[in-house]
């Protein structure tokens, strides 16, 4: 244990001198090492792919001989086309603008002395993700473009992929002139358990799992941490909803992908048209076999059959194919159930009500609110941010999904010829001048 | 006990309700509160005055008959001038910019579906402040401004300016329509406590203070906090300094305000210019009141009477009249001096050398990089921000001095007509457009 710690400080205390290089380090020197990244995942192509297969070999064998759920293998799976894509993701991340050293803020504070705010990485990042070894790959892309040190923890299934992956990103860093501690592996959760520890090194984690993976380590640090527990979203339904669209992304909400955090866990509905939406609703979803639990207001509508939604089954993330039900009275309602239940990820209306929309944009408190629109739509890619590192329900910045954005932060650069403070008090004291200069860039 | 907690979850509760009223008001609307509270202020002259005089006797009576120290008092006090302040600080607020609305991305990922992310309020931020009275005002001006609700706790030597403050401002709200759950006030420290275990109801907490306090609140909560705990700001002579800029700026750095958290705690001379610049720099100090502790190398320079500066001294804030000197081989000891010892608040180099500079400022990890200035300019109204709600290391956003802008955050808004996800994947897949539009404003 006390060998764990000392070796996970010594990869994080290297990971926080590599981000000092990383800090410095050019444009170009970075979109060379992402092109040494896709360069090297080409060439060890062979290797990654025979590793995999061990991973599945041994997923298989553990399954008992019986073969792995489809769609776990899917996602544990590589191939060559799954291989293609993730270099093909890698130059486009190289293509994409420096995220580094933009200014967001230019001053002149006085004669001489301009003060200017200026994107930087943030520093060290963990990441623990779960079975897909893709995620590495992606992670690691992003964390380069943005001059940021990553340490990584893979899903244990995936152990033999994650080491090739790595090995191979490795080679190409060193190949590169990056030093190597700049993209760390570790793989036990005695490691992990050090690596929440280790806050002097670490600026930052993202968990990306299960929501009992990121309460874990939301309990077990103090290093902040960029994730979500929970998605519990809602598609509101109003009075002067457009029906057929309603259908149709209730529908999407639910079913899509309905393991998706993304994914609506409850629909309510204006009573004004339950009467005319909630039969047509509950049996096109009972076709796409979704199980329905519906309020009694909702089952009167839609028949005494449905089993009774509790405050239990609107509080829970069913991520599966289950949905609450409700037929609420009024705007206000709606407003009021998400305000207890929503989890402030991504909440949806569907209204032809500019009025209606207005309330519902100001008053829901979540990273995304919709209209007239699948809440699945909540998602990097979607987005146009091209790949995520995570997506965030927090207040503070970054905040819903993530893109290369979330990955810098800024400093305050002030220039100034020898200015001191103390010639801005007492009764001859200099004014300021906060003069706005334009932005060089961003 | 739990007397307290319940009352304490009444008024967060009652903040959370007031929050979505904010949330939907109009920049008239919160404009015209700002008017009232000024408006207030103004009328409640008095009275205020008089509970503050109470609270200045009490404190005299308290130390024993002695006049508290005068910096106490100072910060205790209220006069007509400080409230006269305190209104144009407040109509200063009610002129700026509506923070809110702004939108900070547009794009439309397809035909009709437009994604925009525009600024909203936190929701309900918890403060806690030490003395000074003013603090009250300044912060409801920004929060109102903002749009977020307020539970605000201040020292209990200004109890009865405090409640005096609160009661004017109160009467404000309601006068304006607004809810009066929308600015809170508590007094104990249990309520403290409650405050903080209250995670459903409040959002962000700014403990202003002390380092033990701000180390108290980070310890007993998981609401996300801004703040920071320690300043260990340094100011580095380099070899290619303009060695008067750097007495100037060293002095002011230390002296101008040392109790303030962006006082440099250290200053690093580099070896090529000790000789000619440490003996006027440790004179000048030394007239300005100021004990050098100083590293071997340093008091070869300085003098052998100097008091011996230890691993401690460069890791302790002294927040007094008191510097550690040290003598640096380059710029590479400096840096991680500087990367060991600095709590990442501002840090500041003096030099003529473009190519030092350079390195200074992406190698340093802080939320303040100076050239050539003093570290006592890293403060909200010196950068042009107005009022200050807090300031932050923290790697997240908000960082360094908060103004205004560290009160919003943003929410993700999607408009489409229908749109679901299903429609892009499958073989007949739209394709996204994500194409950027011009943002309306901001």
Same sequence: chains 1, 2.
Avoid at 254 to 275: D, F, I, S, W
Wanted: proline share 3%.
């Amino acid at each position: 244990m006390a060998e764990t710690t000392e070796r996970v400080l010594q990869q994080t205390g290297a990971a926080r001198s590599a981000a000092a290089v990383l800090a410095r380090s050019s444009q170009a020197d970075r979109d060379r090492g992402l092109r040494a990244y896709a360069g090297t995942l080409s060439a060890q192509r062979r290797e990654i792919l025979a590793a995999n297969a061990a991973d599945l070999a041994a997923a298989d064998s553990a399954a008992g001989g019986a073969p792995l759920a489809t769609a776990l293998r899917q996602r544990l799976k590589l191939d060559a086309a799954k291989l293609d894509e993730l270099i093909a993701g890698l130059e486009a991340v190289q293509a994409m603008p420096d995220p580094l050293g933009r200014e967001t803020l230019a001053t002149q504070l006085d004669d001489g002395l301009i003060l200017r705010r200026l994107t930087c990485p943030i520093g060290v990042v963990g990441v623990i993700f779960e079975s897909r070894p893709d995620a590495l790959v992606q992670i690691a892309g992003l964390a380069l473009k943005s001059g940021n040190a990553l340490v990584l923890k893979g899903g244990s299934e995936a152990e033999f992929s994650n080491r090739a992956l790595h090995a191979a990103l490795a080679s190409a860093l060193t190949a590169t002139g990056f030093p190597v501690g700049a993209l760390a592996l570790i793989e036990t959760r005695a490691e992990v358990a050090a690596l929440l520890q280790a806050t002097a090194h670490v600026d930052l984690l993202i968990p990306r799992g299960s929501n009992a993976l990121v309460r874990a380590i939301q309990h077990g640090t103090t290093i902040p941490i960029l994730g979500h527990a929970e998605g519990i979203c809602h598609v509101y339904v109003d009075q002067a909803a457009n029906l057929e669209q309603a259908l149709r992304i209730a529908c999407d909400s639910k079913t899509q992908y309905p393991a998706a955090c993304n994914a609506a866990e409850t629909l309510l509905v204006h009573r004004a048209v339950a009467g005319r939406f909630v039969p047509g609703l509950v049996s096109a979803l009972g076709a796409a076999g979704v199980e329905v639990r519906a309020d009694q207001a909702a089952r009167a509508f839609a028949g005494e059959e449905l089993r009774l939604a509790s405050d239990a089954d609107f509080a829970t993330e069913h991520g599966d194919l289950v949905v609450s039900l409700r037929v609420v009275e009024d705007l206000d309602q709606a407003l009021a159930h998400i305000a207890r239940f929503g989890s402030r990820h991504t909440e949806a209306i569907v209204t032809e009500h500019a009025a209606a929309w207005e309330r519902f944009r100001s008053e829901v408190d979540a990273a995304g609110v919709f209209r007239n629109a699948s809440t699945r739509f909540a998602d990097g890619y979607r987005y146009g941010f091209g790949a995520e590192v995570g997506i965030a329900t927090g207040k503070l910045h970054p905040r819903g999904p993530v893109g290369i954005e979330g990955l810098v932060t800024y400093k305050y650069v002030l220039e100034g010829e020898g200015h001191v403070v103390a010639d801005y008090s007492g009764p001859a004291a200099r004014r300021f001048q906060h003069r706005s200069l334009p932005l060089q860039d961003g």
